[in-house]
Every structure is written in C-alpha cells, then in structure tokens.
C-alpha cells in the first residue's frame, strides 16, 4: 500500500516536457496560458479569430485576440481593462520575467499592468513599447508581428500571483491608431524534474513518519 502510495503522488505532479510549447524566444508548458478572462471596463472590442473575449485571450491562442481595445491615448475616453486569471499554474518570482502578455504590433502600444497575489491587487506599473521584445512570430500572414511585454514580479514586491489585470496605456500616435492588439497571456514558471523529486521525496518522508 505505501509503495502504490508513493507512485501514484509521483504520477500526479509528473508533467511530461513533451508538453513544452516554444513561441518566440520563450518556453511555456500547455497549462501555463490564461484560463480565464474578465472585462472590467467595457469599451470598444474586436475579437479577432474567436467568437467571445474569454476565447480570443485564453489558452494559447497566437492566430486570435482582441483588435483595437481603447488606450487612454486613442479615441475612446476609456481604456478598456481587463483580467487573465492563471488558475492552472500560477506564476512564481524566478530570475528575468515570469509571464509574457503578447501584443501584435500594428500600433506600438504601451500597457498599464497590475498583478494579483492572494486576491490583493498591486499598483499599476506602465510598460512602454519601447521594452517590449520582438518574438519574431507573425500573424494574419505577416500583417502583424507578436511583440512581449516581459512582466518581472519582483518589480511588484510580489512571489507570487494568480493574475494580471492590464489596460492600454499611452501609446505612439505616429504609428498609426493607438489602439492596442493582445493576443494571450503566458507564466514561464515551467515545472521541472527536480520539483518532482523534492515532492516525491516529501511524501516518502511523511510515509515513513506514519509507519
């Protein structure tokens, strides 16, 4: 009984890294995309490629998003606002960014980021154009390049969050329509094969202390 006890607790934290996903310059696990999303303030939206907002930004999802939701540079009053949820695998604070949002570059776009921890919303940070990284992978024919905005939770004083919520920022007036063009959200925090061991390790520890 402990023996099956210790295999099936490895089982099931096992992922297998056939399970990766590589896009742009970045590796993500399948469950490390948003699963949910919530539309706080309501503006102009065009979901591109998918029928509803949840649709069009979660999962992975690079040939569908949101067009033309409202900066507070553009021509709406009000940016639109939204939050992706990360239920399956939330992100954890390593060294560099710990969750990519993906926006496609017909206007340079700026963004306004807050994270979530434990329910409790951070202070929005604001995330120029000018930062973000070209990932090299294009859309719609290659109408539109995919750009990240790297997004670091120590820069929040956070380890830890379940979401994001964003809204479009000020954004550059010359490049066209400032509108902004999110596509998904992704945490980089990939399980590995040595976090698998420390719990297996962990569990065999307690099932020695019962006997």
Excluded: K
Aim: charged share 15%; aromatic share 10%.
């Amino acid at each position: 009984m402990v023996r099956f006890t210790i295999a099936a607790a490895i089982a099931a934290v096992a992922v297998p890294a056939a399970a990766d996903i590589t896009y742009g310059p970045y590796t993500f696990h399948n469950n490390a995309f948003a699963d949910r999303a919530v539309v706080n303030e309501p503006g102009l939206v065009v979901p591109h490629g998918a029928a509803t907002i949840d649709e069009a930004l979660t999962g992975f999802t690079p040939d569908s998003g949101l067009f033309n939701i409202g900066t507070t540079s553009g021509p709406d009053p009000v940016a639109n606002d939204f939050t992706l949820y990360f239920d399956d695998l939330a992100a954890v604070d390593n060294a560099g960014p710990d969750i990519i949002l993906f926006d496609l570059r017909y206007s340079r776009d700026s963004y306004e980021i807050a994270v979530i921890t434990g329910g409790s919303q951070s202070a929005y940070m604001f995330f120029d154009f000018t930062t973000q990284v070209n990932t090299g992978e294009s859309q719609l024919g290659g109408a539109a390049i995919a750009w990240a905005i790297e997004i670091d939770l120590a820069d929040f004083g956070v380890a830890t969050a379940e979401a994001i919520r964003f809204r479009g920022g000020p954004s550059d007036t010359s490049s066209g329509n400032p509108q902004a063009d999110p596509t998904m959200a992704g945490v980089l925090a990939v399980p590995t094969p040595g976090a698998f061991v420390l719990v297996a390790a962990g569990t065999m520890t307690r099932l020695r202390r019962r006997r």
